[in-house]
């Protein structure tokens, strides 16, 4: 089993910009998708952006045009990169791989804390 781990987070200010990566054991890129996840205190986890085997990317509408997800498949990398960040994007960060057989790993996380 594929095992991930997150960095990158940390306290930034409102408008500033952090890069999360997520290191996986295997590679990245035979898995059907690659994706980030953020679950802010008290709320339930929510689908932050998602990259596939074939390259499609997708956000979610809260983040579009500030964030960006990509995979460097010789790293084994999934990368975030969020740009005027907000506070209401202060959460713990997930990173999530999804196999062909529909098989789901999950990082740790790693907290992301926006001050105003």
């Known amino acids: 089993q594929v095992q991930l781990v997150e960095s990158g987070g940390g306290l930034v200010q409102a408008g500033g910009s952090l890069r999360l990566s997520c290191a996986a054991s295997?590679?990245?890129?035979?898995?059907?998708?690659m994706s980030w996840y953020r679950q802010a205190r008290g709320q339930e986890r929510e689908l932050v952006a998602t990259i596939t085997s074939g390259n499609m990317i997708d956000y979610a509408d809260s983040v579009k045009g500030r964030f960006t997800i990509s995979r460097d498949n010789a790293k084994n990398t999934v990368d975030l990169q969020m740009n005027s960040l907000k506070p209401e994007d202060t959460a713990v960060y997930y990173c999530?791989?999804?196999?062909?057989?529909?098989?789901?790993?999950w990082g740790q996380g790693t907290q992301v804390t926006v001050s105003s």
């Open positions: 999530y791989a999804q196999t062909y057989y529909y098989t789901s790993m």
């Open positions: 295997g590679s990245v890129a035979t898995m059907r998708r």
